[in-house]
């Protein structure tokens, strides 16, 4: 059984920085061919797909978010990463991570809140 958990800060200022880790156990995600996701929602709105890293590396971002996103990996540690630049209160969000490859996996998801 794969499962995955978000960690990170539960508050961040505007203008800083977001820092995100997934943490996957069950499964590596270096296995092919799976794609790991980040996805968020915000308060009143539908699920928001931020980006995915391939089980090879490669990265794809959403348009809206690819100049402040990044997903990054530590293959040592069965972990990716998502760093947001630059947030504002509109990016105060559910953030999910998840395995977007049959049979889906989600993390229980870690409220992110931007504010001063």
């Known amino acids: 059984q794969v499962q995955l958990q978000e960690s990170g800060p539960g508050l961040v200022k505007p203008s800083q920085t977001l820092s995100l880790t997934c943490t996957v156990s069950g499964g590596s995600i270096t296995t092919s061919y799976y794609t790991w996701s980040w996805i968020r929602q915000a308060p009143g709105k539908g699920l928001e797909w931020m980006g995915v890293i391939s089980y090879d590396g490669n990265t794809n971002y959403s348009p809206s978010l690819k100049s402040r996103t990044s997903i990054s990996r530590d293959t040592s540690k069965n972990q990716f990463s998502l760093r947001l630049t630059s947030v504002t209160p509109e990016d105060t969000a559910v953030y999910y991570c998840?395995?977007?490859?049959?049979?889906?996996?989600w993390g229980q998801g870690t409220q992110v809140t931007v504010s001063s």
């Open positions: 998840a395995r977007t490859f049959s049979p889906w996996y």
